[in-house]
C-alpha cells in the first residue's frame, strides 16, 4: 500500500519570471513547453544516456523503450508550474533527471536551467534549521564577556573607536546575520591567534612596515619577521607563517612579551612595602 507521502504530488516551477509583472500583467508566462526529449549523464553506468517521455512506457531510457511507433508525450508548464501527481511517475522521473532542473545535482553544468523542483519540506527543514542556529549563536554571543567581544569585533572587522553599546549593537547585528560564521570563529584557531596578533600590534611588540610590506620586531632596530606578498593582508599572512615551524616559535615569543607587557607591575615603593 502506497503511504500518504508517496501519493504527494511533485511540483516542478519554472526559474525565469518576467522581468516587469506589472506590465506584462502575470509572474509565469502562460504556457512554456519544454522538450520532451533530453540526453542526460546517468550516475549508475557512467554513461551518457538519451532519454525520452513516451506515453505508456516505464522507462525513461530510449534504450529500454519498447515501443515501436512511439508516441511523445506533452510537457507544458501552466502559469509557471506544472503539477505531477503521483499517478504519473514516468513523467515525474524524466522531470526529475532532466539537464533543464536546476534541482538535478547530476545536471551537465553547461546546459540551460529552466525549472526546478519545489521540496517544501526540505525548506522548511533548512529554515528551521537556520533559526536554530541563529538562536544559538545569540545565546553564545549573550555570553561573551566585554573584553572578549571587543577582541572578536576587532578581527571580525566591527569598528572598537566607539561606545560600548555602538560595538555591541554592531556586534549583535552581525551575530544574526552570520550565526554559522561567528560560531566557527569561536573555535577557529586562527581566530584567537589574530586576536593576540592584533594586540601585540597595538602595543608595538611587532610592527607592519607597509613600506617594505613586512612584519618586523618593534623598537629601533626591529628586525624583519616575515615579508607580505602582493595581494595578501600582512596580517593574515603573518598568521599563516606563525602556524609553520619557525613561525611558532615567533609567535611563543610574542605571546610572552605581550603577557609581559599586560601583565600589572607589583608597586615596589617604600610605601606599599610599609602597607
Known amino acids: ?121 526540505k525548506e522548511a527543514r533548512e529554515d528551521l534549521e537556520s533559526l536554530e542556529t541563529e538562536f544559538q549563536a545569540i545565546e553564545m554571543a549573550m555570553n561573551v564577556d566585554p573584553q572578549e567581544m571587543v577582541a572578536l569585533c576587532r578581527v571580525l572587522g566591527i569598528n572598537t573607536d566607539r561606545s560600548m553599546y555602538e560595538i555591541k549593537h554592531d556586534f549583535m547585528r552581525f551575530v544574526k546575520h552570520n550565526p554559522f560564521d561567528f560560531i566557527e570563529s569561536l573555535s577557529d584557531p586562527r581566530i584567537e591567534r589574530k586576536q593576540v596578533i592584533m594586540e601585540a600590534l597595538d602595543n608595538k611588540i611587532i610592527v607592519q612596515n607597509n613600506v617594505k610590506r613586512t612584519v618586523d620586531w618593534g623598537g629601533k632596530n626591529g628586525q624583519t619577521i616575515s615579508i607580505t606578498p602582493i595581494g595578501i593582508d600582512p596580517v593574515d599572512n603573518f598568521i599563516d607563517f606563525t602556524f609553520e615551524k619557525d613561525g611558532e616559535e615567533v609567535y611563543k615569543r610574542v605571546v610572552a612579551m605581550l603577557d609581559g607587557k599586560l601583565k600589572p607591575k607589583k608597586d615596589t615603593s617604600k610605601k606599599a612595602v610599609a602597607k
Not at 1 to 21: A, E, G, H, Y
Request: charged share 25%; hydrophobic share 30%.
Open 1 to 121: 500500500m502506497t503511504n500518504n507521502k508517496n501519493r504527494k504530488p511533485t511540483i516542478f516551477q519554472l526559474v525565469k519570471m518576467n522581468p516587469d509583472p506589472a506590465t506584462q500583467g502575470r509572474y509565469y508566462p502562460i504556457s512554456y513547453r519544454l522538450p520532451s526529449v533530453d540526453e542526460i549523464f546517468d550516475e549508475e553506468t557512467g554513461t551518457n544516456r538519451k532519454i525520452k517521455y513516451v506515453i505508456g512506457e516505464q522507462s525513461i531510457f530510449e534504450d529500454e523503450q519498447t515501443s515501436k511507433n512511439p508516441v511523445i508525450g506533452d510537457i507544458v508548464f501552466t502559469n509557471g508550474q506544472l503539477i505531477v501527481p503521483f499517478q504519473k511517475p514516468v513523467l515525474r522521473k524524466f522531470l526529475e533527471a532532466s539537464n533543464y532542473n536546476q534541482s538535478n545535482e547530476s545536471r551537465i553544468p553547461s546546459m540551460r536551467r529552466v525549472f526546478e523542483t519545489l521540496d517544501f519540506e
